[in-house]
């Protein structure tokens, strides 16, 4: 029994020993030599431009989202879009109801002409203009401060020929004296009405501002999210009326890994492709977080994606490539090159005039080229098209 076991023993390490024999010979010659048939499309193994690029994945952002809301409180009177609606700036969302803006507008423009009256402003005077000194208040006071003035000057004459007393000469400077200071006080009135027409007309303003507020308007370019009130409802200051997003252009955010963080800078040039979109879309890096996610350990980026055509919605699921050496190279070949059987790739090496094929490791694909990571070098001549050879892999 114990030199049955040795003997199955020895069996089988020697068919290990056999079958690790077959796999490293396997790496380097799989097949007898095959002389290199006539006619057969050769070519010669040499680095290629080959930019590396951090791959990102990421979603399609509105560039801005904004709430609308009432900057006035009215009444709705008609709201002029709905989901999806496509809007220009200025273009109007919500009209309110307007006859309390109007009249309270008519209400301040009175207000304000009856203190332009009182300064004796006809209507296209400009009160920058305006002189003081002719204002018929101040007009009224000064007739009776010269009045007063003359009275004086002539109680003085006569006080000097002793015609009169000198009560009634200080009589007469007391009069003066409250008529130069019933002239200050008209000049000081009409400061204050200057001041009140201010006031009048700032309240004007706030009033016509009122009556354009209450037709609510897009801020910029974008596309109605959603619709928040309907005609007949009441709003506050600060209540919805729609939500608008701006998708020209969209933003691409994604998160870059930890490991490659350090490599992408803003200005880079990304490659983004999005499922259903016919082309890619090459844009630029524009902004990057200054610090990693904590919670992912990846680092923000953002990139503005064109879409002038409207036809990429906010939300879709985005790749990016970036490109953080446009100058890198690496060893490639044409993909036609290499074959796959079992799991397997290799390709068609010519050796000493013979072909042998030969197990490689392959890695990124661009259109009609393949990389190759191991088992083959730069100078050495590959088949391009096995498939001409004839012979079943």
């Known amino acids: 029994m114990v030199g049955a076991g040795l003997s ?56 801005e989202r904004v709430v609308v809301g009432a900057k006035v409180a009215g009444r709705v009177k008609e709201v002029r879009v709905d ?58 006071e000064a007739a009776v401060r010269d009045e007063a003035k003359a009275n004086l000057d002539r109680a003085t004459e006569l006080a000097r020929k002793e015609v009169i007393s000198a009560e009634e000469l200080l009589e007469r400077e007391a009069a003066f004296q409250v008529a ?26 706030l009033a016509r501002q009122a009556q354009a507020d209450a037709v609510i308007r897009a801020p910029f370019k974008g596309i109605v999210e959603q619709r928040h009130t309907a005609p007949g409802a009441y709003l506050q200051v600060g209540n919805p009326v729609v939500s608008l997003v701006r998708t020209d252009p969209l933003r691409f955010h994604g998160g870059v890994p930890e490991r490659e963080a350090l490599l992408v800078r803003a200005g880079q040039r990304v ?15 524009d902004r990057l977080s200054p610090s990693l996610d904590l919670a992912n350990r990846a680092l923000a980026v953002q990139a503005d994606v064109p879409n002038r055509d409207l036809l990429l919605r906010a939300g879709l699921f985005a790749q990016a490539e970036v490109v953080v050496d446009p100058d890198a190279k690496t060893l490639a070949v044409p993909a036609e090159a290499v074959t796959e059987f079992a799991g397997v790739e290799k390709v068609w090496v010519v050796r000493d005039g013979q072909l042998e094929a030969r197990r490689v490791e392959t890695g990124r694909r661009s ?14 001549t590959i088949v391009a098209k096995p498939s001409t050879l004839g012979r079943q892999e």
Request: hydrophobic residues 40%; glycine residues 8%; proline residues 5%.
């Open 8 to 63: 199955l023993l020895a069996l089988g390490l020697a068919a290990l020993s056999g079958c690790q024999h077959n796999e490293v010979a396997g790496e380097t010659r799989t097949e007898a030599p095959l002389a290199v048939p006539a006619g057969t499309q050769l070519h010669t193994v040499a680095l290629r431009p080959w930019p590396r690029v951090v791959v990102v994945q990421g979603s399609l952002l509105g560039d």
């Open 83 to 140: 989901l999806g609606s496509i809007v220009q700036p200025g273009d109007e969302l919500v009209r309110l109801e307007t006859e309390d803006f109007d009249l309270r507008a008519q209400q301040a423009e009175a207000q304000l002409e009856q203190v332009r009256a009182q300064l004796g402003l006809r209507p296209g005077d400009s009160e920058t203009t305006l002189d003081r000194t002719k204002v018929p208040s101040v007009l009224q």
């Open 180 to 205: 130069q200071s019933r002239y200050s006080k008209a000049l000081y009135e009409v400061d204050g009405q200057l001041a009140l027409l201010a006031v009048r007309r700032a309240e004007l303003a």
């Open 271 to 285: 490659r983004i492709r999005v499922e259903g979109h016919p082309t890619v879309i090459e844009t630029d890096v």
């Open 367 to 380: 259109g009609d080229w393949v990389e190759i990571r191991g088992n083959l070098a730069a100078g050495e």
